[in-house]
């Protein structure tokens, strides 16, 4: 890939609505960003390789769990800070951003509220380092868009459980230490269960030949009669809402990180656009592609507006679930039509390596189905607003 | 070892220049500040020194409230202690003045600053501050060794190098070479959370006389559009520059 020459748009002055701190925050994760992910992200992608090595780097600049509270190893930062790194990371690659917010949300944040203290201890620090990587396991090979539906169990044995099941589309399963599984004990709840790897029965085969998020390890959790201890349990919350509430978490991430590619595709195209020479003069002079420009940066704008609004909900403890989906709805939207349209702006170019436009786009087509689908998000907007349930 | 970084907090160097009220003023709207290179790469050094003989490291700066972020940006890095001396640097000798009131009242083995600020590229501050203090002065550093009270330094002169040796305590003006742009640190969460609690003292000048007065700036001018001539085309290069440009 060229030389980054990212520079972040904020047409609204937005900057004036974060605290120093903030901006101390997001600058530190941009740095972070243009040393040690864009110029190696290109190949890792084509290679469909995660670069581990950028792991330790990720949990110093606070890509573990930064709201988590200082005793468990976080940083103990508010939700708006936690959206500005996704947003930072994401602008580097959606994989990237991924692997920070799975082990952010959906494995740090249900330990930290659904585990006991002794799981809280003897996970968190790792995890927030990255000595520990994690990965959540919700969806199965039947269900997708409808998780209360799942087949994967446990089995009271007394003094243990044994986990029975499989997992797919799991994020960091291929070489995490420790998978938040979700599994229905003998009378249908859904339980948090803790299963490490080594496990006897717990193997987790990657998915290969993916053409989205490529620098991200992406696999299956197979539970063939794993023996659970009970203290891997997550004692403090039971039912279908504990995952959701850490898909709240993540998707709320996502909303922020996705704003990241957006701007990236937005500040490449609007760069290439004013260099490009057609019929004598720079194609940014034509209106067709500043309407693309300028329909781009307000997208990106309102979308800035809405997440922020979002941080300062969430700071407070206000933000639904219904906030929170309309918002990642939304902005995952946004990002991929930017995408796609800065693409039509670089041309023929937009299509190679050297320029980052066409691997957001292909990041993004995930990005758009993951953590609850694009069609799904908008009923739950649905039932917000009418009372009435459209899901089944 | 007890070292001072003088930090400059500086214009972003992608950013655009503009001024106002009659190019007196430099327009500072939008203009994102940051730590000015030239000292971020004395301030590395010192980190460097820090972590492997111990001692304390503090940065000071002269300027208004608008440049502690870029001072707490340095705490985060890992300076121990900020002072911000609460005047506009406007003016490069009172500004050297009121940075070696402060060396006066506090001691320092070794005082480090930029051998220039990359904006208005004034270049004459640590050696003001020098002869204020009557201390030895060595600009343009581009590799230093401490041994006890002895300083190897070897600073860049045109077309070679040139090696030092002086005793502590000492000023030295730093530049790319002392650390390499790799080795520039970027704050981590760790960093950020414990500059929180460090202290960045504010404290009033010894004066507030300049001694220069700008009276106006000019942009250069802008470049203009370049024309590619095939290396065959002798004669269409010979004419645009006879014509055109009209510089033969």
């Given at each position: 890939?060229?030389q ?6 904020d047409?609204f002055?937005?900057?004036e609505?974060?605290t120093e701190?903030h901006?101390l925050?997001r600058?530190?994760?941009r740095?972070?960003?243009k ?5 190696i992200?290109e190949e890792a992608c084509q290679?469909?390789?995660f670069?581990?090595q950028?792991?330790?780097g ?5 890509g573990f769990?930064?709201y988590i509270?200082v005793?468990?190893?976080g940083?103990?930062?508010d ?6 790194i996704?947003q ?5 690659d959606?994989g ?7 082990q ?5 944040y249900p330990?930290?509220?659904y585990g006991?203290?002794e799981?809280?201890m003897?996970f968190l620090?790792?995890l927030?380092t990255g ?7 919700l969806?199965?090979?039947d269900?997708?868009?409808?998780p209360?539906?799942?087949v ?5 044995m007394?003094d243990?459980y044994i986990?029975?099941?499989a997992k797919?589309?799991i994020?960091n399963s291929?070489?995490a230490?420790?998978a938040v599984v ?7 709840r859904?339980k ?6 080594g496990?006897e029965?717990?193997s987790?085969?990657e998915?290969h030949?993916?053409?989205s ?7 299956e959790?197979?539970?063939n009669?794993v023996?659970?201890?009970?203290d891997?349990i ?6 279908l809402?504990?995952p959701?509430?850490?898909?709240d978490?993540?998707?709320y991430?996502i909303?922020?990180?996705t704003?990241?590619?957006a701007?990236d595709?937005y500040?490449?195209?609007l760069?290439?656009a004013?260099?490009r020479?057609q019929f ?5 002079s034509f209106q ?5 420009l300028?329909?781009m ?5 309102k979308a800035?507006?809405l ?5 300062v909900?969430?700071n407070?403890?206000?933000a639904?679930?219904a906030q929170?989906?309309?918002?990642k709805?939304n902005n995952?939207d946004?990002?991929?039509n930017?995408?796609?349209q800065?693409?039509q702006?670089l041309g ?8 980052s436009?066409m ?5 993004l087509?995930s990005?758009?189905t ?12 649905g ?6 349930n459209a899901f089944k | 070892?007890n070292?001072l970084?003088?930090i400059?907090?500086v214009?972003?160097t ?5 001024f106002?009220d009659?190019n007196?003023?430099f327009d ?18 010192a ?6 003989t111990?001692g304390?490291v ?6 208004n ?7 707490r ?6 300076a121990?202690?900020a002072?911000?001396?609460n ?5 490069s000798f009172?500004t ?6 402060y060396?006066?009242e506090?001691?320092f083995?070794l005082i480090?600053a930029?051998r220039e600020?990359s904006?208005?590229?004034g270049?004459?501050?640590p ?7 009557g201390?030895p ?6 590799d230093m060794?401490?041994?006890g ?5 070897i600073?860049?002169i045109d077309?070679g190098?040139e090696?030092?040796?002086v005793?502590l ?7 790319k070479g ?5 080795e520039?640190?970027?704050p981590n969460?760790?960093?950020i959370m414990q ?9 009033e000048p ?6 220069t007065?700008?009276?106006s700036?000019?942009k250069p001018?802008e470049k203009g559009?370049c024309?590619l001539v ?9 004419n645009l520059?006879q014509n055109?440009?009209k510089v033969?």
């Amino acid at each position: 890939m060229s030389q980054d020459l990212y520079q972040a748009p904020d047409y609204f002055l937005m900057d004036e609505l974060l605290t120093e701190e903030h901006k101390l925050i997001r600058d530190a994760a941009r740095e972070w960003v243009k040393r040690e992910v864009s110029p190696i992200i290109e190949e890792a992608c084509q290679k469909a390789e995660f670069p581990k090595q950028i792991i330790k780097g990720l949990g110093e600049i606070g890509g573990f769990g930064p709201y988590i509270p200082v005793e468990y190893g976080g940083a103990g930062l508010d939700q708006i800070s936690y959206g500005l790194i996704m947003q930072e990371l994401e602008r580097g690659d959606s994989g990237i951003r991924s692997t920070s917010s799975v082990q952010s949300s959906l494995v740090m944040y249900p330990i930290w509220k659904y585990g006991s203290e002794e799981q809280k201890m003897k996970f968190l620090p790792k995890l927030a380092t990255g000595e520990f990587i994690g990965c959540f396991g919700l969806t199965e090979p039947d269900h997708g868009s409808n998780p209360g539906g799942m087949v994967t169990n446990i089995k009271d044995m007394g003094d243990h459980y044994i986990l029975n099941g499989a997992k797919m589309w799991i994020s960091n399963s291929p070489f995490a230490d420790v998978a938040v599984v979700w599994a229905k004990n003998e009378e249908g709840r859904i339980k948090g269960v803790l299963v490490e790897r080594g496990m006897e029965g717990f193997s987790t085969p990657e998915t290969h030949n993916k053409w989205s998020l490529r620098a991200s390890a992406t696999g299956e959790l197979v539970f063939n009669n794993v023996k659970i201890p009970k203290d891997n349990i997550l004692p403090n919350k039971d039912g279908l809402g504990a995952p959701l509430g850490c898909l709240d978490s993540a998707r709320y991430g996502i909303a922020w990180g996705t704003i990241g590619t957006a701007m990236d595709c937005y500040d490449t195209a609007l760069r290439y656009a004013k260099q490009r020479i057609q019929f004598g003069k720079p194609i940014a002079s034509f209106q067709l592609q500043q309407k693309k420009l300028a329909e781009m940066i307000t997208e990106i704008t309102k979308a800035q507006l809405l997440t922020w609004r979002l941080g300062v909900l969430k700071n407070s403890g206000r933000a639904t679930t219904a906030q929170i989906s309309m918002c990642k709805r939304n902005n995952v939207d946004m990002a991929l039509n930017i995408a796609r349209q800065s693409r039509q702006i670089l041309g023929a170019m937009g299509i190679t390596g050297e320029y980052s436009i066409m691997r957001h786009m292909m990041n993004l087509e995930s990005v758009i189905t993951y953590e609850g689908t694009h069609d799904i998000h908008l009923l739950i907007t649905g039932m917000d607003i009418t009372g009435e349930n459209a899901f089944k | 070892m007890n070292i001072l970084v003088c930090i400059s907090s500086v214009p972003d160097t992608t950013s655009k220049i503009n001024f106002t009220d009659n190019n007196t003023k430099f327009d500072s709207n939008g203009i994102q500040f940051v730590i000015n290179p030239y000292d971020e790469f004395g301030l590395t050094k010192a980190m460097m020194i820090k972590e492997s003989t111990g001692g304390k490291v503090t940065i000071i700066t002269v300027g208004n409230a608008t440049v502690e972020p870029v001072m707490r940006k340095t705490l985060a890095i890992g300076a121990d202690y900020a002072v911000r001396v609460n005047m506009s640097a406007i003016d490069s000798f009172s500004t050297a003045t009121e940075i070696a009131n402060y060396i006066q009242e506090n001691n320092f083995d070794l005082i480090i600053a930029g051998r220039e600020s990359s904006d208005y590229n004034g270049g004459v501050v640590p050696g003001m501050i020098a002869e204020i203090l009557g201390l030895p002065f060595v600009n343009a550093c581009i590799d230093m060794e401490i041994d006890g009270d002895d300083v190897k330094l070897i600073r860049e002169i045109d077309g070679g190098k040139e090696m030092i040796s002086v005793n502590l305590p000492i000023i030295i003006g730093s530049q790319k070479g002392l650390v390499e742009e790799s080795e520039l640190r970027i704050p981590n969460m760790r960093g950020i959370m414990q500059s929180r609690s460090k202290p960045l003292t504010v404290i009033e000048p010894i004066s507030t006389m300049l001694h220069t007065n700008t009276i106006s700036f000019d942009k250069p001018e802008e470049k203009g559009i370049c024309k590619l001539v095939d290396a065959d085309n002798v004669s269409e290069l010979v004419n645009l520059l006879q014509n055109e440009a009209k510089v033969i």
